[in-house]
């Protein structure tokens, strides 16, 4: 059943009691029954990538150390602003499926290919680059039977990106639900393809990325307070019970906040318009992150601008 007036308030408690900052309430997902809320989740690890568990005792050991302040990098970043500049796509809504992986590689990869061609969403060119497609990357490259329920990990949704690529959101759009493969004609035509892809596992070296390439995907554990978030610095409270795995897209950070800036696929009625906000060492996010590094094809193939920085 969705989230009741005594739940609200006793999380509200438990914020208040654990000093936290941040605004628990009623959205579009405490709205939902438990198990539509279950359905918004679907990050599995895969070989090579950290548990869940693992994930957040490295993030809690490394706050413990303050060892996420030591960048050489600046002491604020948001894709969203750069000098004016947006380089950051619109919130999506990955609905009834746990695509949440497909929807945090399709926004890094879109972020990072508009920084590269130094075309932001809101310049009056930046129309002619579409986003991709999530149902692509998710319905084709999982092959897993009931993706959906099942979910996915970011390494295999990379490698479907550099060996296939993924289409144009208008070549294939996305329905929650376990979609058959079938893209629009001439699909192959059309695929965006990663060269090189990169696995993070240095805070220093996450910052740094995100201060000069851009946008990262992560994963970490969604508490049951998660869902109720409303606003401010998220951080676990202590009476919060582990659900599942959850990837996003990491957009900025900000050390005066002590947090990363993440862009969820929620749609815009959670969070802070679809952004949350996560506290440093917090439920395993700051473990491990994946970048996109170049491109082996880019669609549309237009003349690159000047870069906006170190790409």
Not at 106 to 124: G, L
Not at 138 to 146: I, K, V
Not at 186 to 201: C, D, E, H, P, R
Not at 221 to 236: L, N, R
Request: charged fraction near 15%; proline fraction near 6%.
């Amino acid at each position: 059943m969705p989230m009741t007036s005594e739940e609200h308030d006793a999380l509200w408690e438990a914020v208040r009691a654990s000093n936290a900052n941040w605004r628990p309430g009623h959205n579009t997902i405490t709205d939902l029954d438990a198990e539509d809320r279950l359905l918004r989740l679907g990050y599995d690890p895969g070989p090579g990538e950290l548990s869940l568990e693992a994930r957040q005792e490295q993030s809690a050991d490394r706050l413990m150390m303050k060892g996420v302040l030591a960048a050489a990098a600046p002491a604020k970043i948001d894709w969203r602003n750069i000098n004016g500049k947006n380089f950051v796509t619109g919130i999506k809504d990955q609905g009834s499926c746990g695509s949440c992986v497909a929807f945090g590689t399709a926004a890094t990869m879109e972020s990072r290919s508009r920084i590269i061609r130094n075309v932001p969403v809101n310049a009056a060119s930046g129309g002619t680059i579409p986003d991709l497609s999530e149902a692509h990357l998710f319905y084709c490259g999982n092959t897993l039977n009931d993706p959906c329920a099942r979910g996915w990990y970011p390494s295999a949704a990379l490698s479907f990106a550099t060996n296939t690529g993924v289409v144009p959101g208008t070549c294939f759009p996305y329905t929650p639900g376990n979609q058959a493969c079938n893209p629009c004609n001439n699909w192959q035509t059309m695929t965006t393809n990663v060269a090189t892809s990169k696995t993070l596992t240095s805070v220093p070296d996450m910052k740094t990325w995100l201060a000069e390439k851009g946008p990262l995907i992560t994963c970490f554990i969604v508490y049951s307070d998660f869902f109720a978030y409303t606003g401010g610095v998220y951080v676990q409270t202590p009476t919060a019970q582990s659900v599942a795995g959850h990837c996003v897209c990491v957009v900025g950070y900000d050390d005066a906040k002590q947090a990363w800036l993440c862009k969820n696929s929620w749609g815009t009625g959670w969070g802070e318009g679809g952004y949350v906000w996560i506290g440093y060492g917090e439920v395993g996010i700051d473990a491990m992150m994946w970048g996109v590094e170049s491109f082996a094809k880019l669609f549309p193939s237009i003349p690159r601008r000047h870069a906006v920085g170190p790409v």
